[in-house]
Nanobody, 116 residues
Framework: QVRLVESGGGLVEAGGSLRLSCAAT????????MGWFRQAPGKPRELVAVTTDTNMTDYGAAVKNRFTITRDFAKNSVSLQMNNLEPEDTAVYYC??????????WGQGTQVTVSS
């Protein structure tokens, strides 16, 4: 069983920054993709940023040029640096890990609130 632990959420004013971290423990064989999704009230879960074992990255259109994902797959972890935050970034942020075998794991989520 894989467990993902997220940290770093909180309350910040518009224009501010936060850094989220996610660490995975458990039966991890090889990480294929690891990253972040978010879900605001009344909206579907959406891509924030992901990174792959081939060092490719992908960002959601709403966060490009403001957020940066970094990884340390040797430590089974990823971080998300969020700059120039906007009230629209308010959501629960979830870490997701996909292994080479196809097994997908989700974290419990961490709340990010951006005040205007």
């Amino acid at each position: 069983q894989v467990r993902l632990v997220e940290s770093g959420g909180g309350l910040v004013e518009a224009g501010g920054s936060l850094r989220l971290s996610c660490a995975a423990t458990g039966y991890i064989f090889e990480i294929a993709v690891m990253g972040w999704f978010r879900q605001a009230p009344g909206k579907p879960r959406e891509l924030v940023a992901v990174t792959t074992d081939t060092n490719m990255t992908d960002y959601g259109a709403a966060v490009k040029n403001r957020f940066t994902i970094t990884r340390d797959f040797a430590k089974n972890s990823v971080s998300l640096q969020m700059n120039n935050l906007e009230p629209e970034d308010t959501a629960v942020y979830y870490c997701r890990l996909v292994q080479d075998r196809g097994e997908t794991s989700w974290g419990q989520g961490t709340q990010v609130t951006v005040s205007s």
